[in-house]
C-alpha cells in the first residue's frame, strides 16, 4: 500500500448506475458498474478538483492479483484501482471482451 493512502470509510451513490455503495475504507469504485470518481490525487486523499467520471477499461493482472484501470471521461487520467471481492463477475468479463 502507498505510503501516501490515506483510509476514508465512505458510503455514497454511484453516479453512474444509482447504486448505493457501502464503503469500507478502501472502496473506490462501484461493485454494480464498476465505474468510479476521479476525487483523488494521492488514494484516499480527497484532493483532485476533476471530479470527473472515470470508466472501467480493461482488467489488468500481475502476480495473482487483478485491477480495473479506470480513465476519466472528463480529463483522460488513468488510474489503477485492485479488484474487490464484492465486485460484478459479469461487469469484468464485459470490460475484457470474454
Keep these: ?44 486523499d480527497r484532493a483532485s478538483e476533476c471530479g470527473g467520471m472515470m470508466e472501467p477499461i480493461r482488467i489488468e493482472e500481475k502476480g495473482g492479483e487483478h485491477s480495473i484501470v479506470h480513465k476519466c471521461i472528463k480529463c483522460g487520467a488513468e488510474k489503477k484501482n485492485k479488484m474487490a471481492v464484492g465486485d460484478d463477475f459479469e461487469k469484468v468479463i464485459d470490460i475484457t471482451g470474454n
Design 1 to 44: 500500500m502507498s505510503k501516501k493512502f490515506i483510509k476514508n470509510v465512505e458510503d455514497f451513490f454511484c453516479d453512474h448506475c444509482g447504486e448505493v455503495v457501502k464503503g469500507n475504507g478502501y472502496t473506490n469504485h462501484c461493485p454494480k458498474c464498476l465505474w468510479s470518481k476521479h476525487v483523488d490525487v494521492d488514494p484516499g
